[in-house]
Structure formats: structure tokens, C-alpha cells
């Protein structure tokens, strides 16, 4: 599905160079759920932005379905982002003053979809989550664990093949991150490729490929499972 050959990231320019990723070899394949581990500061979150097009990289090739994307425009990637990609976060990122139903529905004004079929969308999304009776709710109104799932609900509106999750759990106690994580165990059981970005060994150890970055390099790529 995806092919990262040689990536490099070196943030800023002239002399305040700060080069974060060394020529990252990582190839992702359809359905498969990944754990990208590391200390803080080895380029985690950097990569996850380069995976998911929100950020470029300095250099090295990007393949997506076969197809050379290295140097696709912003507009091109927009696109593919929004066709493919759906972010979680650890803050969630919900809008304070929106309900949990209109938060959902959010991406779907961006693609054009009629307002009726955005809100029946949104609605099954947070069915789907287990939010089925908290649609009007507000953010402040929820638990962590359930603003959590309304995040997920919102990243699967737009019925994305790729979940990029940044620590989606590192703002949860362990009993929520545990349902979070049965969550995603789910939603990968039903086709979605999923790659989380965590430090903690438990949570890493719900996925089927454990990645581990160190001082921008990756040092270990190992499957738990078969
Ligand atoms: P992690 O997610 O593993 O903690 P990051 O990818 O966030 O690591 O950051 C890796 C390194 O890149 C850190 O040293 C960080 O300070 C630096 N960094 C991240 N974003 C930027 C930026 N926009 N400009 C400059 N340096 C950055
Ligand atoms: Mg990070």
C-alpha cells in the first residue's frame, strides 16, 4: 500500500538545521496494524506527519498504491488525505463549542456532502464508536475515553483505508486505553490499515508489527504475530 524508501526530514534551514529523520526504509502493507515506539524526541510524531501527508520530507521517495507521489503538490496530497487518511490524535481536537454529532460531521462539509446525509453519517460513526446516545453532547460533556471516540467516530466519517493514531491514548487512564484500543483492534479487524504511535508496552502490544525509532533511524521492525 505504501512505500517509504530513504526518507530524510531535516527541519529549518540555513545555519539552524535540525535534521530529525536518517533514510527511513518502511514499507506498510493493507490491513496490517503497526506500533511505532521510541524515546521522545526520535522523530515519531514526524514521520506519522510524513505518512499521512500533513508534513514533507526533506528527501526520499513516497509510494502510494504503486504510484511515485514524491512530488505531488499540496492540492494532490489534500486530496489523497482526505480520500485515505483519517487522524486521531492524543489532545482528541474536538471543537469546544460543537456537539459530539457535528464534530463527526465536520470533514464531510469540507468534501461537499449534503448537510441530511452528513448527519445520518455522523450518526452511524458514533453508533459505531458506542456513542449512539451522546450525539448531542458536548465535548466538555464526555469523559476522555468517550472524546476519544468521538475523535475515532469523526476520523472514520470520510470511510478512510488508513487510521494514523499519535498517542491516542496517552492523555487516558489504563482501563479507557484498553477500550481504545479494542476499538482500533476492531476497526483493523474490519479492513482498515492502523498505525498508532505510542510508548507504552501494553498498548503496543495490542498490534501486530512494533516498530522502534531511535535518534530518527528506525533500530527494530519486528511482527508479534504471524
Ligand atoms: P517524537 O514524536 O518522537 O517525540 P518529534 O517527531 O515530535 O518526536 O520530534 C523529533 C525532533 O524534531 C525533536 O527534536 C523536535 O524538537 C524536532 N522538531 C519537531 N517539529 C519541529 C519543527 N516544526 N521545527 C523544528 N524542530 C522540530
Ligand atoms: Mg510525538
Do not use: C, W
Not at 85 to 90: A, D, E, K, L
Not at 114 to 126: N, V
Not at 189 to 214: N, P, Q, S
Amino acid at each position: 500500500m505504501m512505500k517509504l524508501s530513504e526518507i530524510t526530514k531535516v527541519y529549518g534551514n540555513g545555519s539552524l538545521q535540525v535534521p530529525v529523520l536518517h533514510g527511513i526504509d518502511l514499507n506498510v502493507e493493507d490491513g496490517e496494524f503497526i506500533a511505532i515506539m521510541g524515546p521522545s524526541g526520535s522523530g515519531k510524531s514526524t514521520l506519522m506527519n510524513i505518512i499521512g501527508f500533513l508534513d514533507y520530507p526533506t528527501a526520499g521517495t513516497f509510494e502510494l498504491n504503486g504510484e511515485n507521489i514524491s512530488s505531488a503538490k499540496e492540492k494532490q496530497l489534500a486530496n489523497l488525505r482526505n480520500k485515505h487518511i483519517g487522524f486521531v490524535f492524543q489532545q482528541f481536537f474536538l471543537l469546544p463549542r460543537l456537539n459530539a454529532v457535528k464534530n463527526v460531521e465536520a470533514p464531510l462539509i469540507y468534501a461537499g456532502v449534503p448537510k441530511r446525509e452528513r448527519t445520518e453519517r455522523a450518526k452511524q460513526m458514533l453508533e459505531k464508536v458506542g456513542l449512539g446516545d451522546r450525539v448531542k453532547h458536548l465535548p466538555n460533556q464526555l469523559s476522555g475515553g468517550q472524546k476519544q471516540r468521538v475523535a475515532i467516530a469523526r476520523a472514520l466519517v470520510n470511510n478512510p483505508t488508513l487510521i494514523l493514531a499519535d498517542e491516542p491514548t496517552g492523555a487516558l487512564d489504563s482501563k479507557t486505553s484498553s477500550q481504545i484500543m479494542e476499538l482500533l483492534v476492531q476497526l483493523n479487524k474490519e479492513g482498515k490499515t492502523v498505525i498508532i504511535v505510542t510508548h507504552e508496552e501494553e498498548i503496543a502490544a495490542y498490534t501486530d508489527r512494533i516498530i522502534t525509532l531511535k535518534d530518527g533511524k528506525i533500530i527494530d521492525d519486528r511482527r508479534t504475530r504471524p
